[in-house]
């Protein structure tokens, strides 16, 4: 079952989202070369604290960290440490908040000082990837559909798009149904409906899809060890057009 959010429960999510994307903006904000996983994060909770709300992320499953954190070659759930962020580097910073009873989920890729152009290229294209899965969340479209616009995107430019991860409904918890893949068929997969809330976000690869998971059991990176981008928002599929998307800061 698909969770349909009342008008009062999108009200509370809309508060929700809209800090998580305050928060997320302010800790890519802070990042730059000598700076660690771990201060990172420290900052992160130190954000989350002045703002009243809790990371969704701190001991889900185990997880320790406030967010997750991951440098180059690894594509989500990074533990953040001692790790030190050096120039040239990307970091994907991925962050959600618990408040008002719900959860607003979002993510981000940094460059990090000055870094080479397929950097540049794949981190862009993983944000137009995003965007195209974005637009093809409509009201009678299909999942497949998302996670088509998604590869589309992704494999024209030459990159592989992560598939043992995907995006996810969100709403009272961080993860609801439906999952929901970065690649797919056009036409397949469950009917979206509007009120339904989803975080969709591509993991974008240089080179293989493939993936696999260091030690501690969390952290995921790519088996070829070559880069990867991740970018996520909340969306909220509309009535009518493509869906509205729900983290985005306030503009000052």
């Not at 928060?23 to 771990?38: K, M, N």
């Not at 995006?167 to 999952?179: A, D």
């Not at 981008?229 to 509205?244: I, K, Q, Y």
């Amino acid at each position: 079952m698909i969770p349909i959010k009342t008008p009062e429960e999108l009200k509370r999510m809309r508060v929700a989202c809209r800090l998580s994307a305050e928060i997320l903006a302010e800790v890519a904000a802070q990042i730059r070369p000598g700076l660690t996983t771990g201060e990172l994060d420290a900052f992160a909770a130190a954000r989350m604290r002045a703002r009243g709300v809790k990371s969704a992320f701190l001991g889900y499953g185990g997880f320790p960290g406030y967010t997750c954190i991951s440098l180059n070659e690894e594509v989500v759930h990074g533990i953040p440490g001692p790790r030190a962020i050096n120039a040239g580097d990307i970091v994907s910073v991925d962050l959600g908040v618990v408040a008002e009873g719900f959860v607003g989920d979002n993510a981000t890729t940094v460059r990090v000082g000055e870094v080479d152009a397929e950097a540049v290229r794949l981190c862009e294209v993983t944000e137009a990837s995003l965007a195209a899965g974005i637009a093809a969340a409509r009201a009678g479209s299909r999942i497949g559909d998302v996670g088509h616009a998604v590869q589309a995107v992704a494999e024209a430019a030459g990159f592989s798009v992560v598939r043992d991860y995907c995006g996810h409904g969100v709403g009272r918890k961080l993860h609801e149904e439906p999952q929901i893949p970065n690649f797919g068929k056009p036409g397949q997969g469950p009917l979206l409906k509007p009120g339904m809330t989803l975080a969709i976000e591509p993991m974008v690869n240089q080179g293989t899809y493939q993936v696999e998971v260091l030690p501690n059991r969390w952290t995921v990176r790519t088996l070829d060890r070559r880069r990867s981008a991740h970018f996520e928002h909340t969306v909220l599929v509309a009535e009518s057009g493509p869906a509205e998307i729900l983290t985005c800061a306030e503009k000052k």
